[in-house]
């Protein structure tokens, strides 16, 4: 009946579904409870002849369509393979191994390796992925496949778990749970043992007789996943244990081809086909139970593995036995296969202690390694607690990549600290969460509350000395540091502020790093410790501020950027900008030559003179605002460097009066303060501001005239020291009905004024090095220009 039941259940895609219902139907009808079998009358002889009568029929039609029923010989068991189950003891180290930051595999490989289970469920997922993207490189070495899996691929394998089960994880049955645990150790020792073997004999590729040591058993755990109890009692346990042979229908072999059409050997070999593993691995798990002899002269894989698993699951009752044997298949030496065995021994001893795995007398007794600290009579209790541990791990997993979801979808570090608010609140109970920047320039901590502007914390500067605050020895320590332990009197005086300014007892500072460097702090203020004492929850905070770190360098990235595309744009701009001016002022300046030869053709009249002379300054003011809107254009922001303000002008001097005419008759002085010392400024600026002024000042004298430039330090305005630059020349100043409008760019009329663009220039570029310029016409008919810089002696 439950064959029966088992080719319906596994050929249901087949095209005579219709027929094996009703087969199965009858099937049902035949067996009834024995309480309605004396009701109707039909003695069980009958129903026994109907019975196979059924049974005949039944094969003789599906014969015509497949030779073998079972559902694994066509298809890849993709189901069953992800119901396989692991031990939480190994499931829970690995879910936190995927939640560290560290970009190194090999920590978590060197725990999936331990776990069959695990190991066949990353290596289905890959086949997965292959499907899909078949030009996908592939290579035949289980080892390196698990190396290229993500954290984040074990991680969902973790979670599916749970996922699957609705949120409840159980190995089964006690039956079950034993029998996975045995079904680990079994695999893990073969494994090690195959390992050892392969070494000794100089085999090519001894993680490949590793892998298939691990993986020999993997069909058993595949029954095991899709038909649980059943598979055990119809199966496992009723077949005698330490035998080998495949001859007798009592052993377990057998009995699995009567359930499945299959064996567990056949089925290993069929899914690491599927995996596209090496063809002597395939074989070396399909003869795993193949008897001695018959191996002899078979692939020294086969021979290996094949060894390694009658000397795992005891079939020798005597240690010559099993020396006589590894000696016949491997052609070893006899007194190297103790030392290979104890090897493999304490290697699995060493697991079992690393992953706490609790194992009952019984699994002790029937297996090779001897555990001599296990502590079986409490393993029940051990179990449940370390499946409360992985239960617990999982759902702040889960919270957590909520969490990571939302920090994702913000746009900016107020949104992110809003998200990290109200996660904190939910996952450790804070009453609230402070943010800190680091000045690397200062040396210090500085608050950086972008929620509230108004918070204490953003008017604190904290020295980074140790003792200074827990918020510097965090930074200090680069680990997370608390307050539990402090009295009051041991809390520096800024944290018990901040603490006040949370109406809270505790504070939890961590910091958040890039490149293992720290770039920011959280503090978490707290009014229960309970909860953040426990090293797990610690685990977490620490798995939290991974997730704070990424989403804040996210952001600013994002930011960064943005800036780059935007002075990309502007620079572009500005190019299309000078372009477009000097296409713009080609026409302006002929136009302007042909106005200057007829302004001097003595033909003209006054009036005439004059309308040349407006058109002329028309011109100019046109291709002047030209200049303004290049000048506007350019970024704000100013690179500071020294600059000796002395010999900028004397330099800017000289250029001017190398452009004057021989005839001129116009006298310069300089004064300049020889204290002066050299300013922070951006000198380009600082020149466009000279270079202007100085112009007008030539400009105005219309060739006749003096010119004095002076400069003066430590001139002190509303309590702070500037310097002062001077330009000052006996023109004719400013007409006083547009002192008003000096800065402004208005038309003027050179040499009867110094305004214009070039001052609306000088007052942009003023403004920016965040100085100020004055005017002032003194008595004696002198014009004079001051332009003030703070003095800015380092930056």
Not at 177 to 203: N, P
Not at 557 to 567: A, R
Request: glycine fraction near 2%.
């Amino acid at each position: 009946m439950v064959y029966i039941k088992k080719i319906y259940r596994y050929n249901s895609t087949d095209q005579n579904d219709i027929l094996k219902v009703h087969f199965v139907s009858c099937i049902d009808q035949l067996l009834v409870h024995p309480k309605e079998q004396a009701e109707d009358g039909v003695s069980n002889m009958q129903r026994q002849r109907a019975y196979s009568k059924t049974i005949k029929i039944m094969e003789q039609h599906l014969s015509s369509h497949t030779e073998a029923t079972s559902y694994f010989d066509d298809h890849s068991p993709s189901n069953s393979i992800r119901k396989l189950l692991s031990l939480p003891h190994v499931l829970l180290p690995t879910l936190n191994q995927t939640m560290e930051a560290q970009q190194n595999p090999v920590p978590l490989y060197n725990l999936l390796r331990y776990d069959a289970a695990l190991v066949a469920r990353s290596l289905e997922i890959q086949r997965k992925s292959h499907t899909r993207q078949p030009a996908l490189p592939t290579t035949n070495s289980v080892q390196q496949r698990l190396l290229d899996t993500s954290s984040k691929t074990v991680k969902g394998l973790v979670l599916s778990t749970f996922h699957d089960r609705n949120g409840i994880y159980t190995c089964g049955s006690a039956l079950a749970q034993e029998y996975l645990k045995e079904q680990w150790l079994t695999s893990l020792q073969c494994g090690f043992l195959a390992r050892s073997l392969a070494l000794q004999v100089d085999y090519h590729d001894p993680e490949e007789a590793y892998f298939a040591g691990l993986l020999h058993n993997i069909g058993q755990l595949i029954f095991h996943a899709e038909d649980s109890d059943e598979y055990l009692n119809s199966c496992v346990y009723k077949a005698p244990k330490n035998t080998s042979s495949n001859t007798d229908n009592n052993t377990l072999l057998a009995l699995e081809s009567r359930r499945f059409y299959i064996n567990h050997c056949e089925l290993g070999a069929t899914v690491c086909k599927s995996w596209n593993l090496s063809k002597q691995l395939q074989d070396a798990i399909r003869f795993h139970h193949a008897d001695s002899h018959q191996i002899a002269d078979a692939h020294i894989l086969t021979r290996i593995v094949n060894i390694s698993r009658a000397i795992t699951e005891g079939e020798f009752t005597r240690f010559n036995q099993c020396t006589d044997s590894v000696t016949s298949l491997l052609a070893m030496p006899r007194d190297h296969v103790a030392p290979i065995i104890e090897s493999a021994i304490a290697q699995v001893s060493d697991v079992i202690r690393a992953l706490a795995i609790p194992l009952s007398d019984n699994i002790v007794r029937q297996n090779l390694v001897p555990i001599h600290d296990n502590d079986c009579d409490h393993a029940p209790l051990q179990d449940a607690i370390k499946l409360n541990q992985l239960t617990r791990e999982i759902h702040f997993c889960g919270i957590l990549e909520t969490v990571k979801g939302s920090l994702a979808d913000a746009n900016n570090e107020a949104e992110i600290q809003q998200e990290v608010q109200t996660a904190a609140a939910t996952l450790f109970d804070t009453e609230s969460v402070y943010f800190f920047d680091i000045d690397h320039a200062k040396n210090s901590i500085r608050g950086n509350n972008r929620i509230d502007s108004h918070c204490l914390t953003n008017e604190l500067s904290i020295r980074i000395e140790k003792g200074r605050s827990i918020l510097a020895d965090a930074l200090i320590h680069k680990q997370c540091v608390d307050t539990f332990e402090y009295s009051n009197d041991d809390i520096s005086i800024v944290d018990q502020e901040i603490l006040h300014q949370a109406s809270s007892k505790y504070l939890v500072c961590f910091p958040l790093f890039l490149n293992e460097q720290p770039f920011s702090l959280v503090a978490f203020a707290v009014n229960e410790n309970d909860l953040l004492r426990l090293p797990s929850n610690r685990k977490h905070v620490e798995y939290f501020s991974h997730a704070i770190a990424k989403s804040l360098l996210h952001v600013k990235n994002k930011c960064e950027q943005f800036d780059s595309v935007l002075n990309a744009e502007r620079s572009l701009y500005q190019t299309k900008l000078k372009r477009m001016t000097h296409e713009v002022n080609n026409p302006l300046s002929i136009a302007q030559n042909h106005l200057h030869i007829l302004s001097v053709s003595e033909s003209m009249t006054q009036q005439q003179q004059e309308s040349l002379h407006i058109v002329q300054e028309e011109i100019s003011r046109a291709s002047n605002l030209l200049k303004l809107q290049i000048d506007n254009s350019l970024s704000n922001k100013t690179t500071q460097h020294p600059v000796n303000i002395n010999e900028t002008l004397s330099d800017l001097l000289l250029i001017f009066e190398d452009g004057l005419p021989q005839d001129h008759s116009i006298d310069t002085e300089r004064h300049l303060d020889k204290n002066l010392p050299p300013i922070h400024l951006d000198d380009t600026k600082l020149k466009q501001v000279l270079t202007n002024l100085i112009k007008n000042a030539f400009e105005s004298l219309n060739n006749d005239g003096w010119i004095c430039v002076k400069t003066h330090d430590n001139v002190i305005v509303n309590g702070r020291q500037f310097i002062e630059i001077q330009i000052a020349d006996d023109g004719p100043g400013i007409p006083p009905n547009i002192i008003d409008q000096l800065f402004s760019p208005i038309s003027s009329s050179k040499g009867t004024c110094h305004n214009g663009i070039g001052l609306s220039i000088v007052k942009e570029l003023t403004d920016q090095l965040k100085g100020f310029v004055s005017y002032r016409r003194e008595s004696d008919g002198i014009t004079q220009f001051s332009v003030f810089f703070q003095r800015k002696t380092e930056i």
